[in-house]
């Protein structure tokens, strides 16, 4: 009889194993070594507390409230919650108006001085006029994540109207298209994955931003959480908010490249 060769693994398998077996055994390899790193005692623990010290951490804040006034489940959905507010007010302002400073030439001097000279400016260095003009509740901290998220949004919406083929442009006004219906028809669905880009980037830029914005103009959400735990030297609760907001990115991140690929068959049937 002839020997049997092995089949070859199939490609879902090659995808899982990559896309989820190999990055879960790095992090369990990882938080192996940080385990027993502390139990050896080669890190202190009043440091760098042991994955299961956080692990308890973890199960304790998710119902108690000390010592920053919330439980886990509140803190992530204050962040969350003002993180998205400010993102979508950005995504709102900014896509339209960075598609028109594209498109329209008077739209684009009117505009651009301005926002170049606001552009270099980093959204923290905003946070202590914020402080004065509006407290360090959630207006303040929406106004902080919705400037760094728009940004982004009018830059790649710009860009992505300029890099719109100019053939394209020429036939549908060779065919008689007005101004509004070649913007409408050609450059905007033209700019797209440009437009797409640049959101997904507020999105990640809102984030980051937030947390830095709790930790200094804030009583709520993860990174008041973390403030706190500076405050009162519980390098437990640091770490534990340090590795929710990486969690939660993350997620965010795998979210948006789902949309994105989506939008990318999408345009491809068109």
Same mark, same amino acid.
């Given at each position: 009889? &002839? ?6 693994? %199939?490609?879902? #398998? ?6 989820? !077996? ?22 202190? *623990? ?14 304790? @804040?998710?119902?108690?409230?000390? /010592? ?8 992530? $959905?204050?962040?969350?919650?003002? %993180? ?27 505009? @651009? ?6 552009? /270099?400016?980093? /959204? ?21 994540? +919705?400037? *760094?998220?728009? !940004?982004? +949004?009018?830059?790649? %919406?710009?860009?992505?109207? @300029?890099?719109?083929? /100019?053939?394209? !442009?020429? !036939?549908?006004?060779? +065919?008689? &298209?007005?101004? #509004? ?5 050609? +450059? ?14 507020a999105l990640s830029t809102s984030w980051v931003t937030l947390v830095a914005a709790e ?16 405050? $009162? ?24 490249? &789902?949309?994105?690929?989506?939008? *990318? ?6």
């Amino acid at each position: 009889m &002839a020997e049997k060769t092995k089949r070859p693994p %199939s490609d879902g #398998w090659k995808e899982l194993k990559y896309s989820l !077996v190999l990055p879960l055994l790095t992090i369990a390899v990882f938080l192996g070594v940080w385990e027993l790193a502390s139990r050896l005692g080669l890190v202190s *623990a009043s440091l760098l507390p042991a994955p299961s010290q956080l692990a308890r951490t973890f199960a304790e @804040k998710l119902y108690q409230t000390e /010592p920053d006034g919330a439980t886990l489940g509140q803190s992530i $959905l204050s962040s969350l919650k003002t %993180s998205f507010s400010g993102f979508l007010l950005a995504v709102v302002v900014g896509v339209p108006l960075g598609l028109f400073m594209g498109f329209y030439e008077p739209v684009d001097r009117f505009v @651009k001085p301005v926002f170049e000279m606001i552009r /270099p400016i980093p /959204p923290i260095a905003f946070i202590p006029l914020t402080i004065v003009m509006l407290g360090i509740g959630f207006k303040a901290k929406m106004f902080i994540v +919705c400037f *760094a998220a728009f !940004v982004p +949004c009018v830059m790649n %919406s710009y860009t992505g109207i @300029k890099l719109t083929n /100019p053939v394209l !442009v020429n !036939v549908a006004r060779t +065919c008689g &298209a007005s101004s #509004w219906q070649i913007f409408t028809q050609v +450059c905007v669905p033209s700019s797209l994955q440009m437009v797409f880009g640049g959101v997904r980037l507020a999105l990640s830029t809102s984030w980051v931003t937030l947390v830095a914005a709790e930790m200094l103009a804030s009583s709520s959400g993860l990174g008041y959480m973390i403030q706190m735990g500076r405050m $009162l030297a519980r390098p437990d609760l640091i770490i534990l908010g340090m590795l929710l907001i990486g969690v939660i990115g993350f997620l965010i991140s795998l979210v948006l490249a &789902a949309l994105e690929r989506r939008m *990318a068959a999408w345009r491809a049937l068109r």
